[in-house]
């Protein structure tokens, strides 16, 4: 029974040293992501091939989205209260090729969640197309929104909600680089 024990005992160390050094290793190989905030309308580059600034940022209660944006935009919603975050931004290509730019890559996030472009409301702009092909050096506004909803804050956080809380990133390793809503 000692023997046993004992024979346990090295076993389960050896494999707690081989998972260290495992864990070591990968963290060695893939280290921690970096962050990178942008201040607002500050142009940055986006990918390897063209820049992003954020230009404006404004969060609109449910009832100011309709105004804005009609009716169809309570498509996003199934009856929950949700609130719109319309982002206008600039890309610009820095390449002397004509480039595809995919707009979807875009997130807003907090610290806790992301969300993605929501389709609905997203139609309703003057960018429908979230794939845009972008000629030698061309520059184009685009206005992106995004649906917060009230579940995904706290009461506290949704009765204050505003657009320093949120960023907008587009790339996440192994630098992740956070454009600033305000």
Request: glycine share 4%; aromatic share 12%; net charge negative.
């Amino acid at each position: 029974m000692k023997k046993s024990k004992y024979i346990l005992f090295v076993v389960g160390f050896i494999l707690f040293v081989c998972i260290i050094v495992a864990t070591v290793r990968i963290n060695m190989k893939y280290p921690q992501v970096e962050y990178k905030d942008i201040a607002f309308n500050t142009s940055e580059q986006w990918q390897e091939c063209c820049t992003l600034t954020v230009n404006n940022a404004k969060v609109y209660t449910n009832e100011e989205a309709v105004k804005i944006y009609g009716q169809d935009v309570l498509e996003v919603s199934d009856g929950t209260d949700f609130d719109i975050i319309e982002v206008e931004a600039s890309v610009s290509n820095i390449t002397d090729s004509t480039i595809p730019v995919y707009l979807y890559d875009l997130y807003l996030e907090t610290l806790v969640y992301a969300n993605g472009v929501a389709a609905e409301a997203q139609l309703l702009t003057d960018t429908p197309q979230l794939d845009i092909e972008l000629m030698p050096y061309e520059k184009k506004e685009v206005t992106l929104c995004y649906v917060v909803y009230e579940g995904q804050l706290s009461k506290k956080d949704w009765d204050n909600i505003s657009t320093k809380d949120f960023w907008l990133t587009g790339e996440h390793y192994p630098v992740k680089k956070r454009w600033m809503l305000q």
